[in-house]
Every structure is written in structure tokens, then in C-alpha cells.
């Protein structure tokens, strides 16, 4: 299968600890998204790429959250001291940047994080 | 600003009627919309998107959705229901016009479908 993966699937931590979650994206992709989704919402937005470079973040993502994608390829989030309200399903998506033609390229979903922050 | 509203939290259906999932939206261009599906603890799945010409839009699994820009409403339909169908749904606009590629999504829908 070669869509979008996530790791770990569920991480439960203490109050306090850092946490970091890895995305795959596909791999023909050059733009890698961030969300955050709670319970009875839709996801929000917190951070994107295109190849190594973050053009957008979100004002949810505050200082102790920080997100890598070092060559291009996966990206890794860190939430450092984790604080309950933390607590959500972490979602990463890839997307291909149309040059041409048809635009508004379309995000395709990893399975998801879940953290729970104790 | 773009935003976008599911007016109903659940939507209930027997199998085999026809189905519709509201959304409506607000940009203030011309409006990327897109349908997905989320089972439980599952990532979102993308159904469909409208970008530009025909106002239905046909996606996968039998579902189509509607853009009628008088009305700013793109609503997702199904002639006939599946239980396998019950699943959270989720729209998303982004505004053409914009400088970020970051849809908005609404708060989703929860579809169950009754034997």
C-alpha cells in the first residue's frame, strides 16, 4: 500500500513528557500537512510543507509544538511538555502541487495518532 | 475567510433510500470544495472534490454532490444507501482566490444507515 502512514497509532504519556509522531507521505507528494482533530470536530489545521520548507502555521501551534520534514520526504511532529488539553487524534496528509491544469490538489489522509496525554 | 457549516449533526437513513449530507459554504472568491469519509478511528477518505465546470460532481463509492452557487451549498447524495455506508462525513472549502492551500473543514455529519 502506498498511501500516507503514521506512527505511532496511539501514544499515551504523561503530563509533562515530549512526544514526537512520524509521517509517511506518498511518495510522489511534495506538500505535507498537520491537523489536530478532537472529538465531534472536523480536523484544524496546524502546520504544512512543501518539500523541506514549513510556509504555514497555524496559531494553534504553539511554542511547544514544532514540525520537521528535514529532505522532503517524512515529517516528524514534537509536542513537548505534553498538557492534557494535548490530548487528540493527530492527523498528517500529503498532497501533489499542481503546476498546471486542475488545481486545488487534493489531500489524502493518514490513518492517524492518538495521543492521550495522562 | 472561508468558512463552512454541516447544519446536521446526524443524519439518519433506512437502506436503500436515497441519501443527503448538508454543507454549505462562505469564501470570498470561487470555491475549492471537497467531500471526505471517516470511519472510527480511521484517517479521513477523500470522496470528492469540485474545482470548476459541471455542478454535479460523481466520487467514489456511488456518492455525487451538487454545487449550487446561488444557494453556496454543495450537499453529497446517494440514490440508495448502504449500512456500510454509516460513517462520519466531513466537507472542506478552500478559497480559490487565496494564498494558502489550507481548506477549512466543517464539523462533520455522523450518516446511520438502518437495516
Known amino acids: 500500500d502506498t498511501g500516507v502512514s503514521q506512527d505511532p497509532r496511539h501514544k499515551i504519556t504523561k503530563r509533562g513528557q515530549n512526544v514526537t509522531f512520524r509521517c509517511d507521505p506518498i511518495?510522489?507528494?511534495?506538500?505535507l500537512y498537520w491537523y489536530r482533530q478532537t472529538l465531534g470536530q472536523g480536523p484544524e489545521f496546524l502546520t504544512y510543507?512543501?518539500?523541506?520548507?514549513?510556509?504555514?502555521k497555524s496559531r494553534l501551534l504553539s511554542d511547544r509544538f514544532s514540525a520537521e520534514r528535514p529532505k522532503g520526504s517524512f515529517s516528524t511532529l514534537e509536542i513537548q511538555r505534553t498538557e492534557q488539553g494535548d490530548s487528540a487524534m493527530y492527523l498528517c496528509?500529503?498532497?501533489?502541487?499542481?503546476?498546471?491544469?486542475?488545481?486545488?490538489?487534493?489531500?489524502?489522509f493518514g490513518p492517524g495518532t492518538r495521543l492521550t496525554v495522562l | 475567510a472561508q468558512s463552512v457549516a454541516q447544519p446536521e449533526d446526524q443524519v439518519n437513513v433506512a437502506e436503500g433510500n436515497p441519501l443527503t449530507v448538508k454543507c454549505t459554504y462562505s469564501?470570498?472568491?470561487?470555491?475549492?470544495l471537497f467531500w471526505y469519509v471517516q470511519y472510527p478511528n480511521r484517517g479521513l477518505q477523500f470522496l470528492l472534490k469540485?474545482?470548476?465546470?459541471?455542478?454535479l460532481v460523481k466520487g467514489s463509492y456511488g456518492f455525487e454532490a451538487e454545487f449550487n452557487k446561488s444557494q453556496t451549498s454543495f450537499h453529497l447524495k446517494k440514490p440508495s444507501a448502504l449500512v456500510s455506508d454509516s460513517a462520519l462525513y466531513f466537507c472542506?472549502?478552500?478559497?480559490?482566490?487565496?494564498?494558502?492551500?489550507?481548506?477549512?473543514f466543517g464539523r462533520g455529519t455522523s450518516l446511520i444507515v438502518h437495516p
Open positions: 510543507f512543501q518539500n523541506e520548507a514549513q510556509l504555514e
Open positions: 469564501v470570498s472568491g470561487n470555491p475549492y
Open positions: 472542506a472549502v478552500r478559497d480559490s482566490s487565496g494564498g494558502s492551500y489550507i481548506p477549512t
Open positions: 511518495s510522489e507528494h511534495n506538500r
Open positions: 496528509a500529503s498532497s501533489f502541487r499542481e503546476t498546471s491544469g486542475i488545481k486545488g490538489d487534493t489531500q489524502y
Open positions: 469540485y474545482i470548476t465546470g459541471d455542478n
